[in-house]
T-cell receptor, first 108, second 114 residues
Framework: QKEVEQNSGPLSVPEGAIASLNCTYS??????FFWYRQYSGKSPELIMF??SNGDKEDGRFTAQLNKASQYVSLLIRDSQPSDSATYLC????????WGAGTKLIIKP | DTGVSQNPRHKITKRGQNVTFRCDPI?????LYWYRQTLGQGPEFLTY????????KSRLLSDRFSAERPKGSFSTLEIQRTEQGDSAMYLC????????????FGPGTRLTVL
């Protein structure tokens, strides 16, 4: 059974701080991952895609993948209240399985 | 590119009634997915199509649920004899069959079964 685990939160972070979101997965065949953001009452939208070990940076967002530890994370620097949302990770080779997501709250 | 559209956006029905939802994917996308999402949960896979072929259907899905994509373009999801437990947001997404399968979601149809 392929599984994706995320801490459901909520994770509360002060504005301007770094928010760290984590995801673990059971399928060693998963080689790359998406991070989606979902605002309350809205649909998920893609924010990042990472396919190799190490870090990938896009603006204030950094995705980190560690295939040996089966662990993927998303860092948000200089957190803004507009980053308050639920963040979902999904392996690209089997996007039919989604984590429950981590609810992030940025406190002004 | 108008994105993925879903209709209706909201549906309220009485227990036991049948409902049908429609999804229009991004025009060049050949994959189409249906998910169900309840509060505090991630999307729960229901089924997906590549062109007109239904390639996978969740084993959790009862026989009351059926989906079609007759011409490989729009898709319909029908729920027969609705139950209160069917109340959820029904999401449709589409993707190309390559390019790492980035899924683009529609706005969803919120179903309330009374």
């Amino acid at each position: 059974q392929k599984e994706v685990e995320q801490n459901s939160g909520p994770l509360s972070v002060p504005e301007g701080a770094i928010a760290s979101l984590n995801c673990t997965y059971s399928d060693r065949g998963s080689q790359s991952f998406f991070w989606y953001r979902q605002y309350s009452g809205k649909s998920p939208e893609l924010i990042m895609f990472i396919y190799s070990n190490g870090d990938k940076e896009d603006g204030r967002f950094t995705a980190q993948l560690n295939k040996a530890s089966q662990y993927v994370s998303l860092l948000i620097r200089d957190s803004q209240p507009s980053d308050s949302a639920t963040y979902l990770c999904a392996p690209t080779n089997y996007q039919l399985i989604w984590g429950a997501g981590t609810k992030l709250i940025i406190k002004p | 590119d108008t994105g993925v559209s879903q209709n209706p956006r909201h549906k309220i029905t009485k227990r036991g009634q049948n409902v049908t939802f429609r999804c229009d994917p991004i025009s060049e996308h050949n994959r189409l997915y249906w998910y169900r999402q309840t509060l505090g949960q991630g999307p729960e896979f229901l089924t997906y199509f590549q062109n007109e072929a239904q390639l996978e259907k969740s084993r959790l899905l009862s026989d009351r649920f059926s989906a079609e994509r007759p011409k490989g373009s729009f898709s319909t999801l029908e729920i027969q004899r609705t139950e209160q437990g069917d109340s959820a947001m029904y999401l449709c997404a589409s993707s190309l069959a390559f390019a790492a399968d980035t899924q683009y979601f529609g706005p969803g149809t919120r179903l309330t079964v009374l």
